[in-house]
């Protein structure tokens, strides 16, 4: 575990960590067969994210970082190593629904309202009626959808329509968390925005988030855990214990501590491209 | 509402067109009245003027002309004696008279309904058996597309014969023939709307650990809608010709079809002729009808196009 020098937060952190990981990988590797032959997708990623974490992962495209996020949510299968998930295998973690995954589009069902597409897991998982009415109403507060409810998915804007899909991934009981990139097709200003309000959420809910983005303000602006990948084979570069505090204005971007850190992802991110 | 204006520049035209050819069609039987009556024709026998052509005989004989809007039983009808025929066959007698068209009409429209649902509850059913099992997906497709090869003007008899023999006549035979041409675009249409969520929206299930019964109730059927509308026009109007052709073979008394047979072999093309017209009208506002349906149901579920 790497973290920033002489920093005693990010000690105490780690030493937690040992005691409390939610998802541990150690020598993961998922290796696809294509008709060019095999593709290493991921290469010996190990990694320990402790309860109530925001770890980024970042890097170019084809360096693995959503293919370990699928990798974490049972949907691929990795090929060698082990990795586990609230103590079970990813397949069995999923199963007990252990997670809320968001993806790059919100995916919101047109035939669905709001508040109908918020409902599905519920309706899926078998949540009773009243329940469900309450969740629906909580999460959508949660997401500042409040008096969206009613309305269908092509009356909202795109980030309001994402915001739905994070709220649909928060409407049952998931500790964990897992964004595939989902403020990617946003513009700037309404991604800080919604990165601001993520943030609140996180702090609110205290769920564990992984977080997949190719932009370096965001993955340091959001994260206390940074990773850096880099591709072919796909693997970790530099894994960031992020200094800054929990709580955090938009404003922090500019203070030279998060400099600091944007910069070391920066390194990291030409040190996995220099082997290209 | 904008297409209007373009549908009836078309239809002016066809009628424009209809309109000029009934002369050179006529004129022959025109000339031959006339000449059985007291007018002068040139030329005067009527063997002579077979071997004259028709534009030429018209323009020898303009009086004629007029005639041939007025035969009984021209070769080709003019459209306003279609018009007639269609009025005085469909409002001007008792809808419960062999010789109304609305008496046909609804001896044909009940074996294309019941036709039209079956085809479509059997297409629906073919097409979820297909997108859910690999082996109906190999062994049944292949088989449906052949079932559409064989000229249903072949196998209608077939089934009509079949089925009387097994003592089932009527309606039956023709639904059963109606259903065996709607139920086609049925399959191909709701296996492509079944099959059209994305791998983001099937890995979205997935994540909730959702059944493959739920994926269907919640994803698919709904995401199958707009194609199941668009096969179901298709397949309307497949069911209207089935039922048609089934009332041929059998000299069915009654029906679109019987009409058609009894103005051929009788020599009264108005009567065929209305009956076409009859049935064209239908096929349109069925047509109409669904996608009147289809409009509505895809605003309400947020999926017009």
Known sequence: MVSVDGNPQGLEHSAKTARSAVISASSVDLTFQTNDGPVHALKDVSLDIEKGDF???????????????????????????????????????RRARAYGYVFQAAGLYPWRTIGGNVKLPLEIMGYSKAEQEARVRRVLELVDLAGFARKYPWQLSGGMQQRASIARALAFDADILLMDEPFGALDEIVRDHLNEQLLQLWARTEKTIGFVTHSIPEAVYL???????????????????????????????????FIAIAHRVRDGLRAGHADD | MRSVLPVLTIVAF?????????????????????????MVVEPDDARARQEVGAFALALGNPAVIPMTYTLDRPRLPGPQQVVVELWNTVFAVAPTSNR???????????????????????GIALAVGIVFSRTMDLS??????????????????????????????????????????????????????????????????RTYSAGPAQGFWKLRLPASVPYLFASLKIGISASLVGAIVGEL??????????????????????????????????????????AALERVTLKRMGMAA
């Not at chain 1, 206390?224 to 929990?246: H, Q």
């Not at chain 2, 066809?14 to 007291?38: C, E, K, S, Y």
């Not at chain 2, 073979?249 to 076409?276: E, H, I």
Request: glycine fraction near 10%; hydrophobic fraction near 50%.
């Open chain 1, 55 to 93: 770890v980024s992962f970042i890097g170019p495209s084809g360096c693995g970082k959503t293919t370990f996020l699928r990798c974490i949510a049972g949907l691929e299968t990795p090929t060698g190593g082990a990795l586990s998930v609230n103590g079970m295998t990813p397949d069995e973690a």
């Open chain 2, 140 to 205: 049944v497709m292949p088989w449906a597309i052949a079932s559409q090869t064989i000229p249903i003007l072949a196998l209608a008899p077939m089934i009509i014969v079949v089925m009387g023999a097994l003592g089932i006549q009527g309606l039956l035979p023709k639904a059963i023939i109606s259903a065996y041409l709607s139920f086609f675009p049925v399959v191909v249409g709701m296996v492509k709307g079944l099959r059209s969520p994305d791998a983001m929206q099937l890995d979205l299930l």
């Open chain 2, 100 to 122: 109304s068209l609305i008496y046909h009409g609804w001896v044909t429209l009940s074996a294309t309904l019941l036709g039209f649902g079956m085809g479509t509850a059997l």
């Open chain 2, 249 to 290: 073979p059998t000299g069915a008394r009654a029906g679109f079809g019987a009409r058609m047979l009894v103005g051929d072999q009788y020599g009264q093309p108005l009567v065929t002729w209305a009956a076409l017209f009859a049935a064209a009208i239908t096929a349109a506002a069925l047509v109409g009808l669904f």
């Open chain 1, 223 to 257: 994260s206390t855990k940074i990773v850096v990948m880099s591709p072919r084979p796909g693997r970790i570069a530099d894994v960031i214990e992020s200094t800054l505090p929990r709580e955090r204005p938009l404003d922090i971007r500019d203070s030279p501590e």
């Open chain 2, 14 to 38: 066809i009628l424009g067109f209809w309109t000029l050819a009934v002369v050179p069609m006529n004129i022959h039987l025109a000339a031959d009245q006339a000449a059985r009556g007291d």
